[in-house]
């Protein structure tokens, strides 16, 4: 047996996205490491099944609670409480660490106030802009004021993020660490090696400029509100095709615009694939239109790749894009500038190909191991 400590992460759901690979990682690396790690989580429709099974292969104990999930549902939230409380009966952690708003808000309520345990909290993020109405959001910043008083530590993915919930008064500064959302470069870049040919497989000429996004289909990623700009553009700059690799609610949304566009042919959606990293990197850039981001794991891989990045200046994107050999932003309040903007991007190309290496240096800032490593150190300091 472990003479570590026994730590339980508990996340919403390990449905495929930034937040479940960093619950994920960070449990495999901890796991490794030798601590004693749980995982608990709400069911997921497209989960993360290869980190999933390197998780259990390596002694992370998985549990599935029924009744955790996203949407407010006080029946559910009630149930999915008490489905915590005897998990964590059960488990006798030594620490548990939530992720993500409601495992977040019923984990610390309950991990504080009946276990009395010493508890960590990532965000991912926030919920305060782009998700809700303005009445909705304002009782969320409440709840998160609230919330943090019930935790020993809170973890940023980057210095903007904290920066957000301290302006809201979220926390203090004090309680917040920065620990990146860690990646693996070597394994991106091998998985971009066996890729296929992005051209042929989507249909697209073969000297098409393509772009490519890749993440959670929701409105907050911006996928549907720049489908009009890029169709600006491609009048332009006929050679510009888009790939879009994911899956998520506003799929059916974006299928309609792209027929009512006319961009059939021009836009594909490539669904989830097993090796996302094969397609985009035979790609020209990363588009990331996202209106509120937490840390843009895609941009990082996309550097890890190689590839440049046209994303837009929102949440903590600037802090990743703050090099200019690492790509451009656009402004989603300048909307009449989009096009403009994206045909400035692809016409700076080839003077981008000369900062390859750059970006993939700076992939090299975020890696698993180094994520792992601060997060063990922060569990020995709170523990003792």
């Known amino acids: 047996m472990s003479s570590l400590p026994h730590i339980v992460h508990l996340i919403t759901h390990l449905g495929r996205g930034g937040a479940a690979r960093n619950a ?74 939530t992720h993500q708003s409601k495992a977040g808000l019923l984990g610390r309520w309950i991990g504080k106030k009946l276990f009395q345990l010493p508890v960590v909290h990532t965000p991912h993020g926030h919920v305060f802009e782009g998700y809700f109405s303005d009445w909705r959001t304002a009782c969320f910043v409440e709840l998160e004021r609230q919330a943090a008083r019930w935790c020993d530590l809170l973890i940023g993915l980057t210095r903007r993020e904290v920066e957000d919930h301290l302006a809201l008064g979220v926390g203090f500064r004090a309680r917040w660490r920065v620990i990146h959302s860690g990646i693996d470069p070597a394994v991106i870049r091998d998985r971009g090696k066996a890729g296929a040919d992005v051209r042929r497989s989507m249909g697209f000429p073969g000297d098409a400029i393509v772009l490519a996004s890749v993440g959670r289909l929701e409105p907050v990623k911006g996928i549907v509100d720049f489908l009009p700009h890029f169709r600006r553009a491609l009048l332009r700059e006929p050679r510009l095709r888009w790939v879009i690799i994911g899956d998520g609610a506003a799929r059916p949304k974006i299928e309609e615009a792209i027929r009512g566009l006319d961009l059939v042919g021009k836009v594909a959606l490539g669904g989830w694939l097993e090796n996302p990293h094969g397609l985009i990197a035979g790609c020209n850039a990363l588009l990331h239109p996202a209106r509120n981001e937490g840390m843009g794991r895609a941009i990082v891989e996309a550097f890890a790749l190689g590839l440049p990045v046209f994303a837009a200046s929102s949440g903590s994107i600037p802090e990743l894009l703050s090099d200019p050999a690492r790509g451009l932003l656009f402004d989603w309040r300048r909307r009449e500038t989009l096009p403009e903007r994206l045909l400035e991007f692809v016409e700076r190309l080839p003077e981008l190909a000369s900062g390859r290496e750059v970006r993939m240096a700076a992939a090299e800032d975020y890696s698993v191991e180094g994520m792992v490593e601060k997060l063990a150190l922060v569990y020995r300091d709170i523990l003792g």
Do not use: K, M, W, Y
């Open 24 to 97: 994920l990682l960070s449990c495999l690396g901890l796991a490794r490491r030798g601590f004693r790690v749980s995982l608990l989580s709400g069911p997921s429709e497209s989960p993360e099944r290869e980190l999933i099974e390197q998780a259990r292969s390596a002694g992370v104990a998985l549990q599935t609670l029924p009744h955790l999930q996203r949407e407010i549902h006080p029946l559910a939230d009630l149930a999915a409480a008490r489905e915590i409380r005897e998990a964590l009966s059960r488990a006798r952690p030594d620490l548990l660490h």
